[in-house]
C-alpha cells in the first residue's frame, strides 16, 4: 500500500480520520496513532499536549502537537468527549510510539463513544481514496515555492 | 596576540522553573571561570523593552557575540535584529542533526527569498538554544569552538579593537563602566506579546499588512513592511503567522514549533507539515477565527474571511517549506 513497505494495522480497532486508532477501554477509549501516521512522520522527538486530563474536547480540536525526525503537526481530537488521562510514559520516552504504535505507544485515554471512527477495513479505503490528495498535498507544500 | 574577548550573553528563562533556573547557573558558573570570554546575564530577550537596561547592554556590544536564550536560533537573531543588535549569523554545531548521505547528495538547498536584513554589520551573532540539552558542559564546548572560530577571524582580520568598547557585568566589572550594574540589567520586564519577521525569508509581499486590523504592522522609509507597534499586537495571538506565504513571522513564546521559529530552511531543519493531514483546518481559516476573537474581545465586529485574506492560495496550505528529498524518504519511491 502506497509506498515500498506497507503499513501494517491492526484489525478489531476503531480507526479516525486524523490517523488515531481506539481502543475500547473502561474509561472509554484508548487512542494512539496508526502505523500509518508513524511512517508519514517516523521517530517521534517531542510530543506536547495543550489539553489537560480532564479537559472536555470537541471533535477536530486542538490538543496538542508532535515534533518528529521528519515532520511537525497540530494534532486534533478524533471525537469529542472528555480527556482521561494521557500516557506519562510516551511523554518522557516518545520513542514507544515507534517501537509499539499500537500497545505501550498509546498516547490518551477519553470518555467518549467508543463506537465512533471507522474499522479497519474503512480506514484502509479510506487511506487508498486519500491517497492521491494526499500525494497533492505534500507534493504542493514542496513545491509552493516553485510553481 | 589579540586581548579580545568573546562576549556571551545568558538569557534567562521567564518564570520560576528551577531546572530552567538551574541550567543557566551552571553555565554561568562555568563561563565566569572561562578565559576569553565575559558573561553578561540579561532577562528574557523578548520581553526587553527598548529602555531596558539588559537591551541597552546588548545595544553596547560591537563585537561577536555568543546568544544564549530559551527561544529557537532563528527568533532570537531576528529579534536582536528588530532592536538593532544586528550582525550576521554564526553557524553552530550543538546538537545539530547531521543529514544522512542520502539526503547530502540529493540535497537541494533553498535559496533565501527574502529582503533581508536592513544593516550587514560586520561581526557574527551566535544563538544558542538552551532546550537543546541540560548539559552545561555541551553550552561551553560550544563556546569554546566558537571563541577558538572567532580568534582565528580576529587574527586573520584585526578589527580595531581600541575602539570596541565592551560594557558588560563580568568578573571585570570594577574596571568597566557602572553604566549597566547587574540589578538594573536583571531588572524583571513584564511579559510582551508581538511578532518577529525573518527578513530572510520575507518578500515584502505585505500580505501582513492587510491581515492584521490592530495596527501592528507598518512600512518605514525603505518601503519595507516592518512590526510597527509591537504593543498593539494580540497576546496568544499567532494569526498573522498563518497568513504569511513564506512562514517569515514568528511568534517566539509560540507553543508550535513552527510559528515560534523552529528552523525551516537549511539541511538540518525541513520538515513536512502534517496537520491538515491529521485533522487541522485550512489556515487561513484558523487565522481568520483567531483573529475575530480578538476583534471581538476589543468589542469590534468580526470579519471572517471578508478583510485582508489574500486570494493566492488555492491548492496551497501555509506551513514550513519543505524539500523533495524529505518526500520521496517519506513516502517511499512515490511514482510522480
Known sequence: MMGKYAAVMMPGLRYHRTHFWSRPSDAGSTFGFTSYAIRLMQDVYFLDWQVNAGDKVKLLEQIGHIETSKAVSDLFAPVAGMVKSFNQEVLSDPSLINVDGFGKGWLFEMECDATAGMDVHEYMKFLEDNWEKTQRMLKGKINSGDD | ?336
Open chain 2, 1 to 336: 596576540m589579540s586581548q579580545r574577548k568573546l562576549q556571551v550573553v545568558l538569557s534567562q528563562a521567564q518564570g520560576r522553573d528551577p531546572v530552567r533556573r538551574g541550567l543557566e547557573e551552571e553555565i554561568a558558573a562555568s563561563l565566569l571561570l572561562e578565559p576569553g570570554v565575559d558573561l553578561g546575564i540579561v532577562p528574557h530577550l523578548y520581553d526587553l523593552n527598548p529602555g531596558h537596561t539588559g537591551r541597552l547592554f546588548m545595544e553596547n556590544i560591537h563585537g561577536d557575540m555568543v546568544v544564549l536564550s530559551w527561544l529557537y536560533p532563528r527568533a532570537a537573531y531576528w529579534l536582536l535584529d528588530r532592536n538593532g543588535i544586528g550582525g550576521k549569523l554564526g553557524e553552530t554545531s550543538i546538537l545539530a542533526e547531521q543529514p544522512s548521505e542520502e539526503e547530502e547528495e540529493n540535497g537541494e538547498e533553498q535559496k533565501p527569498t527574502g529582503i533581508g536584513s536592513v544593516k550587514e554589520v560586520n561581526r557574527t551573532i551566535y544563538c544558542l538554544d538552551l532546550r537543546d540539552t541540560r548539559d552545561h558542559r555541551k553550552y561551553l564546548e560550544e563556546i569554546r569552538r566558537i571563541l577558538a572560530e572567532c580568534k582565528d577571524r580576529w587574527n586573520t582580520a584585526p578589527d580595531k579593537p581600541s575602539s570596541v568598547i565592551q560594557l558588560g557585568i563580568t568578573k571585570k566589572v570594577e574596571e568597566q563602566s557602572q553604566a549597566f550594574s547587574q540589578d538594573d540589567m536583571l531588572k524583571a520586564p513584564s511579559r510582551r506579546w508581538y511578532p518577529v519577521i525573518d527578513y530572510s525569508r520575507c518578500t515584502n509581499c505585505m500580505e501582513c499588512l492587510d491581515f492584521c486590523l490592530f495596527g501592528v504592522y507598518g512600512v518605514d522609509s525603505l518601503s519595507r513592511i516592518f512590526v510597527d507597534n509591537q504593543d498593539s499586537c494580540k497576546k496568544g495571538c499567532p494569526a498573522c503567522s498563518r497568513v504569511c506565504p513564506e512562514q517569515a513571522i514568528m511568534f517566539p513564546d509560540y507553543k508550535s514549533p513552527a510559528i515560534a521559529g523552529a528552523p525551516v530552511g537549511g539541511i538540518s531543519g525541513l520538515k513536512i507539515d502534517l496537520t491538515k493531514l491529521f485533522g487541522g483546518g485550512d489556515a487561513l481559516v484558523v487565522a481568520a477565527q483567531e483573529r475575530d476573537a480578538e476583534l471581538v474581545k476589543d468589542g469590534r465586529d468580526a470579519v471572517g474571511l471578508a478583510v485582508g485574506i489574500p486570494k493566492r492560495q488555492t491548492g496551497k496550505q501555509s506551513g514550513p517549506k519543505d524539500d523533495l528529498d524529505n518526500l520521496m524518504d517519506a513516502l517511499d519511491n512515490l511514482e510522480v
